[in-house]
């Protein structure tokens, strides 16, 4: 049987001051980027003011507002009537219009379901809104080509080409992607967004599943994530938290500079400047890490096993929560689901309410003296019924294990 996966590839982009170059050919503007992130913004806000105000009106009228239906057959309506009212949305790709409109959609089919506990939407401003970003479809139109010069550029809808900069493996796929006899890679759609004051054009690719070949024997492994340490294996292997002293300093530098200016003085913009480079540089070291902590964990093992934390907890800790969110424990844990479910490989979540770091992982009973929160400096401990002397985190990491295998059905090891 033939398998698929997804993919997403995060390539920079290098977006020109002018409309066309000098060879006369159509390229991809800071104005027109900036201009379709602002188009999906206004229609996503255009759309959500629309049905608050109808809301309103049923709750006046004694109607039940939960029997509100939002699907793409009552937004089109709007989508048009926005076009008839505002002609500047007709210099955004029209695909790029409907996916403001599905966001929306989603949004809503997300406030509604029980299982997830997520809030009402909110209007995306300017200046709070995080996701500065717009998704244009493929239909047959992004792709990658080379210019008059014969150089790799990306052309993009209705908004031209635009130079990229990516490793030779990413451009390799693209290239395949956008070869129409490759039916093996194809690019679904691109993601445009604006971080820091960086472009990128994320691609979400269609590729065929081809296993790597197995080397040497896989192992069953769990894995306790704690906040000295990002994580401890069942083997007894450690993965310590990555080093972001210096990143961290010259943060906080650059904020006490734009704390002392006025915020529209040169000093200011320029502190705001590196105070976003520093940022992003801590954001990639950090992603650098923990893709290559995840890659060496997949590729060696054939089931993997980790306790469901509860980091918002751990984050209202006063000594725990600076650790928390400078070293993202989640984020590393949401790669590692990604990657395992990529690569095939078994992946199992406990309860958090399982006590791991309770239990004897010889003799299977709990010892309640380092159950509170005042022993988490007790990092080792003997077992009071079989005399067995642990460390915590390689315990916990056991019995984390020795719970998953229960779930999954197989032998305790």
């Known amino acids: 049987m033939v398998e698929f996966v997804r993919k997403n ?51 006046q009228y ?35 219009r409907q996916q403001a409109q599905r966001d929306l959609i989603n949004a809503f089919k997300r406030y509604y379901d029980p299982t997830i506990k997520s809030d009402y939407p909110v209007l995306k401003t300017k200046k709070k809104s995080n996701k500065n970003s717009f998704r244009i479809m493929n239909n047959k139109n992004v ?4 210019d008059k010069n014969g150089h790799d550029k990306i052309k993009l809808a ?4 635009v130079k990229f900069r990516t490793s030779k493996e990413y451009r390799e796929l693209l290239h395949r992607g956008s070869d129409k006899n490759d039916e093996t890679v194809k690019i679904k759609h691109v993601t445009v967004k604006k971080v820091n004051g960086i472009y990128y054009a994320v691609f979400n690719i269609k590729q065929l599943y081809i296993p790597e070949p197995i080397i040497g024997p896989k192992q069953q492994v769990g894995i306790d994530i704690g906040c000295s ?9 450690e993965i310590p938290n990555l080093d972001l002293n210096k990143e961290t300093d010259n943060i906080i530098r650059y904020q006490k500079t734009m704390d002392h200016h006025d915020q529209y003085s040169i000093r200011y913009r320029e502190a705001q400047i590196q105070f976003n480079k520093s940022w992003q540089k801590l954001l990639n070291k950090r992603k650098d890490y923990y893709n290559k902590a995840v890659n060496y964990i ?22 725990l929560s600076h650790s928390i969110q400078l070293n993202a424990p989640r984020d590393f844990l949401n790669r ?45 401990w003997e077992c009071p019924h079989c005399h067995t002397h642990h460390d915590r985190d390689v315990n916990a990491a056991k019995n984390i294990l020795n719970k998953g295998l229960q779930i999954v059905g197989t032998t305790m090891q």
């Open 9 to 59: 590839l995060e390539v920079r982009i290098y977006p020109t001051k002018m409309d066309r170059n000098d060879d006369g050919e159509k390229t991809v503007s800071i104005s027109k980027i900036e201009s379709n992130i602002g188009i999906t913004r206004f229609i996503y806000d255009k759309e959500l003011t629309f049905i608050k105000n109808f809301e309103k009106l049923l709750i």
């Open 62 to 96: 004694g109607y039940n507002v939960n029997k509100l239906i939002i699907n793409d057959k009552s937004c089109n309506v709007l989508l048009k009537m926005l076009r008839v009212d505002y002609s500047f949305l007709k210099k955004a790709e029209s695909s790029s």
């Open 143 to 146: 792709r990658i080509t080379k």
């Open 158 to 161: 209705k908004l031209g080409i």
């Open 229 to 237: 340490k990002l994580a401890v294996l069942s083997n007894g292997e």
């Open 298 to 319: 997949v590729k060696n093992s054939c089931l993997v096993v980790v306790q469901n934390e509860n980091i918002i907890f751990w984050k209202n800790d006063k000594n």
């Open 336 to 380: 590692l689901e990604r990657k395992c479910k990529q690569e095939r490989v078994k992946f199992v979540k406990i309860s958090k309410y399982y006590p791991s770091t309770q239990i004897c992982s010889k003799c299977h009973k709990i010892n309640k003296k380092i159950s509170r929160r005042e022993n988490l400096g007790i990092r080792d």
